[in-house]
């Protein structure tokens, strides 16, 4: 024991822990369950407990999937007050959202991988400006601040 203090009584065992993780893992899919027959299903539908946005995104996926002119739907889409909530992840192309490309955003990733690289160079550049400076101001020699170095390596 590492101190005098008996706590098992404030731990539960493995097989507790294992009913208690079940038992998250049920309510999480439970409400993930009703919350869909809320908007979906014939017998317990309420949209009266569902905000808005949800029922006119719901009603909106559905009416893409029955329609025959899916152009129809897109052009009234390019109007829609959702338009600024669909667009998030998405770019306008012609009048339709269309995600993008796997290439894109690897390429993004890339532009954005060597901003970080360049970043890295100039904070280092800029270090390296101010240990200088402070070398000047107060004195200091490369000599020096390298003993200093080689004796803090010589005793770690």
Not at 67 to 81: C, D, F, Q, S, T
Not at 119 to 148: D, H, I, P, S, V
């Amino acid at each position: 024991m590492a101190h005098s203090i008996d706590d098992s009584d404030y731990f539960t065992d493995t097989w507790s822990e294992q009913m208690l993780v079940n038992h998250n893992i049920y309510t999480y899919h439970r409400y993930s369950i009703d919350a869909c027959d809320l908007v979906f299903s014939e017998k317990k539908k309420n949209h009266a407990l569902v905000p808005t946005e949800i029922l006119e995104m719901a009603e909106l996926i559905e009416r893409y999937f029955v329609a025959e002119n899916a152009g129809e739907i897109e052009g009234k889409l390019a109007v829609h007050p959702f338009n600024k909530s669909i667009s998030i992840n998405l770019t306008h192309n012609q009048r339709r959202y269309v995600m993008k490309s796997y290439d894109e955003l690897k390429a993004e990733m890339e532009a954005i991988q060597q901003q970080m690289i360049e970043a890295k160079k100039t904070k280092r550049a800029n270090a390296l400006k101010e240990l200088k400076r402070l070398c000047k101001e107060f004195g200091f020699t490369a000599g020096m601040l390298k003993g200093e170095l080689t004796e803090e390596r010589e005793k770690a």
